[in-house]
């Protein structure tokens, strides 16, 4: 990744972290982008906009769109805490000092339910090696814990991939073969 | 044919005759007379009917083997297509192999940027072009022959290619829609109608009938027609795609474990679906109220004759293409209800399935509030065609939620909108009940400002008094709300209640005159008049006043 090399324009530094993945696996696993518990910057990023287009996201398009610095120093880290302390003084902005992420938000009825902008990407590609999920498991199971590993949150039947051309197009024509006269 | 199946029929039917004559010989005379006739009544009956049945059979036969083209040869149209979009796709991926695309991707936020050329970019624009609207005219030459519409298309009038033609139409606008190229969402297909200059450039199709057939492009889809026709893409309404008829209540009914997950997965796919939907139509209308926007401000600063023409034109076409996609939205947003009107009694005891079928239902109410803004908030009149799926809409939502107050008030004003007065204002029964009984899902009042433009008066003010007191209702909600109005409203009619016992105008003190009154007061308070009757104290009052100011006052 050119932006990732060390001597790069004056203004911004990227820092190549050595334990990074490619960029191809990272677009599968959202989860890598921002580490949650590393950077003090979780609670008070900016919430995720669906209108961003994402599935082009890169990871320093990802952090620029949050406002979080990733990847930096810990006194980067620091300076960054001041700013947004300063900015958001506790008093008046509680809920974003909160360090615990009520379950109501995460596991309740899909109406209140909050996603959080981490858990864009969370929808597993057909192909994933996300234990518990992928075409083999859950398919032909009785039970609900069946083909279900330990601590996944999802079930790869439960997810359609997102609704291609293709498919909208051989719908329609079921549909309209059985249309009657109507011309 | 006809006179054999005749003779058949009045043989057989004089062969009953006969075994009935047969039978009823034991009988008397008259009787068998009688039945005689009758037969001979019904078998002249019955070979009428049966000829005008054959009569009739032969001309629908007629008719339909003429319809039976036009949809054999809709139907060829339409699998070819299915058979054939991979190549489409692939053409419209081929853009990105034109220098300057891949900037003009990384910076397209949805409508087309007017670009400082210079001649070597617009030497490029001008071939990529070329490029693309040779392709796909190729393209649809190949999709037109292959799938033997030209054939058919000789047998067919001018009306039905264009049906046909309405229907493929509509296919691939819905195909285009949901169609985005190389994995990334911001390469639609207006992005190569934008970069290449599409916009309203068309190409010859074939010919039939003695007239020419066109395609032209819009950054909306592509529009099939005649070159006289209005340039205005239609699309499929998207429910179409969804696939609802998968999971219908039948389909459900009896294998409801065995399809939870996959209807999990539809149900969320179809949320996701409907955010979309409604960005669509947030983005679709910011850009042409944008355009509008600006010739409006033109006219402003200089408002001359033929500007305000160009604006009264534009404001038309605004007009035209805001009811296509209220229209458009309204079908998919109907036939979701319908969907979940079906699909819930089937899934009582499945509370999570049933949570998501709530969001979804949320999301879709929400979608429908935005279809009210441009006639709420701007100056848009949707036509009686919009407002009869209004109607159709809130119809099917009072199915699953007959107490939603803020749904029966917008099917009473739509109604009244298309002059059905039969039902009257079914809404107002909520003021008989209690502030709980009754809910107010969304804001009536979006819906009531966009039916006001065609109702009168009077019932533009009673409208609006439902909606004051049914938030006043649910914004200081009370049980004693009931109460408290009635105790207002008889207050307000006290003096007319008992006129012959209203007393007259009481005596004022002069303000000079105030203290000897409080000292009248005073000397009341004091024990001063003892007895009860209150008719001597009042003239003991008087008395003491009088004789007060006889003695010459307080001074």
Not at chain 1, 45 to 68: H, I
Not at chain 2, 73 to 85: I, R, S, Y
Not at chain 2, 289 to 308: F, I, L, S, T
Not at chain 2, 429 to 440: G, P
Request: charged share 25%; aromatic share 10%; proline share 4%.
């Amino acid at each position: 990744m050119n932006s990732m090399d060390a001597k790069n324009s004056l203004n911004e530094t990227h820092y190549w972290h050595p334990r990074r993945r490619a960029s191809g696996e990272i677009k599968l696993l959202r989860l890598e982008l921002v580490v949650r518990g590393q950077t003090p910057c979780d609670g008070i990023g900016v919430e995720w906009s669906l209108a961003q287009p994402t599935e082009n996201l890169s990871p320093e398009s990802a952090a620029a769109a949050l406002g979080v610095e990733i990847w930096c120093t810990q006194s980067g880290v620091k300076n960054r805490y001041r700013t947004l302390q300063l900015r958001y003084p506790p008093e008046q902005f509680s809920e974003r000092h909160l360090e615990w992420r009520p379950a109501a938000e995460l596991l309740s009825s899909p109406r209140a339910r909050l996603n959080w902008y981490w858990q864009s990407g969370l929808i597993p590609h057909p192909s994933s090696k996300i234990p518990g999920t992928g075409t083999g498991t859950g398919t032909d199971a009785v039970g609900a814990a069946e083909g279900l590993a330990m601590g996944v949150l999802w079930d790869s039947r439960a997810v359609e991939p997102i609704l291609d051309s293709q498919t909208a197009i051989q719908r329609f024509a079921n549909i309209s073969r059985n249309f009657k006269t109507d011309v | 044919m006809n006179n054999n199946k005749q003779d058949v029929q009045a043989a057989e039917a004089a062969e009953a005759a006969e075994a009935a004559e047969a039978a009823e010989v034991a009988e008397a005379a008259e009787v068998a007379e009688a039945a005689e006739v009758a037969e001979v009544a019904e078998v002249a009956e019955v070979a009428e009917v049966a000829e005008a049945a054959e009569v009739a059979e032969v001309a629908e036969a007629a008719e339909v083997a003429e319809a039976v083209g036009a949809v054999q040869a809709l139907q060829l149209l339409t699998q070819e297509l299915v058979k054939a979009w991979p190549r489409l796709a692939e053409i419209l991926s081929q853009a990105k192999v034109f220098p300057g695309f891949q900037k003009f991707l990384d910076g397209y936020r949805g409508h087309s940027v007017a670009d400082k050329l210079n001649s070597k970019k617009a030497d490029e624009k001008r071939n990529a072009q070329a490029a693309v609207g040779e392709a796909l005219a190729v393209f649809f030459g190949d999709v037109f022959r292959q799938s033997g519409f030209l054939d058919a298309s000789k047998n067919l009038s001018t009306l039905q290619i264009q049906d046909a033609l309405r229907v493929f139409e509509e296919q691939i606008n819905l195909g285009l829609y949901h169609w985005f190229g190389h994995n990334d969402r911001n390469f639609q297909f207006r992005t190569v109608v934008h970069f290449c200059d599409l916009d309203g450039v068309g190409c010859p199709l074939f010919e039939a009938n003695g007239e020419e057939w066109f395609v032209s492009f819009s950054e909306h889809g592509m529009r099939f027609g005649l070159e006289t026709d209005a340039h205005i893409p239609r699309t499929a309404p998207a429910y179409m795609a969804y696939g609802l008829e998968e999971f219908s209540a039948s389909q459900i009914q009896n294998r409801v474990s065995k399809v939870r997950r996959p209807l999990f997965a539809r149900i969320r796919t179809l949320q996701r679906e409907v955010c979309l939907l409604e960005e669509e139509w947030e983005h679709r209308n910011a850009i042409v109220a944008v355009e509008y926007g600006k010739m409006h401000e033109k006219v402003r600063r200089n408002p001359d004759a033929e500007a305000q023409n160009e604006l009264a034109k534009m404001f038309e076409r605004l007009g035209v293409f805001r009811n296509e996609m209220a229209s458009w939205m309204l079908k998919t947003f109907i036939a979701l209800e319908r969907w979940l009107t079906d699909v819930i009694p089937v899934l009582k005891y499945e509370p999570d399935i049933l949570a998501e079928l709530d969001a979804l239902d949320a999301v879709v109410l929400s979608g429908l509030q935005k279809i009210f803004l441009p006639s709420s908030v701007s100056r848009h009149l949707y036509s009686d065609h919009i407002v009869e799926l209004f109607l159709a809409w809130g119809e099917a939502r009072l199915l699953r939620h007959p107490d939603d107050l803020s749904c029966q008030l917008l099917c009473d004003s739509a109604r009244l909108f298309l002059g059905i007065t039969a039902h009257g204002i079914s809404s107002a029964e909520f003021l008989q009940k209690k502030n709980f009984e009754w809910v107010m899902s969304f804001d009536p009042t979006s819906a009531l400002k966009t039916f006001s433009r065609k109702l009168a008066a009077d019932e533009h003010k009673v409208f609006t008094s439902l909606a004051t007191i049914a938030i006043a209702q649910k914004l200081w909600p009370s049980p004693l709300n009931n109460y408290w109005m009635m105790c207002l409203a008889s207050l307000a009619e006290m003096p007319q209640t008992f006129p012959d016992k209203q007393m007259p105008y009481p005596v004022r003190p002069l303000p000079q005159n105030i203290n000897i009154h409080m000292a009248a007061i005073l000397g009341r308070a004091h024990g001063f008049v003892q007895e009860a009757n209150v008719d001597a104290e009042v003239y003991k009052e008087r008395e003491f006043l009088s004789n007060f100011f006889a003695a010459g006052g307080a001074e």
